[in-house]
Structure formats: C-alpha cells, structure tokens
C-alpha cells in the first residue's frame, strides 16, 4: 500500500523560505514520478513541480526561478524548496506519486499547509 507523508509546511512572512519534505513507503521508490501540487481555498488543485524517475523537472511557471523540486531515492524522499515566498503561495500542498504509464493510477498524500503571510 502507497503512503506518503508530507511535512515541513508552517507560516512563513513574504520573502521567506520553506523546505517540503516527502516520504514515500509501500512503492519502488525509484521508480515512481513524483510531484508537488497545491489546493488554495477555493481553488481546483494544480500542478507545482513534477520530477521523473530520471530526475527530469517540470515546473509551473508561477513557481520558475523561485522552487526546485528534487529527491533522494536512498532516503525514499521527495523535496520542495521554496524561496521568495508570496502570500499568492498560500496553499495546501501534496506530494504525488505515480508509476509510468499507469499516469491514471497516482496516490496522493494527505497534504501540508503553507500559509505566506506577514
């Protein structure tokens, strides 16, 4: 059984910097596709950051310059470093895993909250 737990989320003031943390258990870590998405209140979930098996990146374009996504596959562990924060950031995020080509079949996580505020 998949499980993914995120952490490393918390208040941060504009300008800020947070590091997401996700560990996946239950799958062939490296294997997986994983990514980053966010829910803002009211708001369909979208997208942040993906980063393949092979380490190949994608990113919105919100989060281009300012977000690196990345992973330790020893660690079974997937990373958001956020720097320059803005309050537009505020969101839930979730960690996503999937295993190519089944791109249907992903398992999420229960999300963590980051809140840009001063």
């Known amino acids: 059984q998949v499980q993914l737990v995120e952490s490393g989320g918390g208040l941060v003031q504009p300008g800020g910097s947070l590091r997401l943390s996700c560990v996946a258990s239950?799958?062939?870590?490296?294997?997986?596709?994983m990514g980053w998405y966010r829910q803002a209140p009211g708001k369909q979930r979208k997208m942040v950051a993906t980063?393949?098996?092979?380490?190949?990146?994608n990113y919105a374009g919100s989060a281009k310059g300012r977000f690196t996504i990345s992973r330790d596959n020893a660690m079974n562990t997937m990373y958001l470093q956020m720097n320059n924060l803005k309050p537009e950031d505020t969101a839930v995020y979730y960690c996503?895993?999937?295993?190519?080509?089944?791109?249907?079949?992903?398992?999420w996580g229960q999300g963590t909250q980051v809140t840009v505020s001063s």
């Open positions: 996503y895993a999937v295993l190519p080509p089944w791109w249907s079949r992903g398992s």
């Open positions: 239950g799958i062939i870590f490296s294997s997986y596709t």
């Open positions: 980063i393949s098996s092979g380490s190949s990146t």
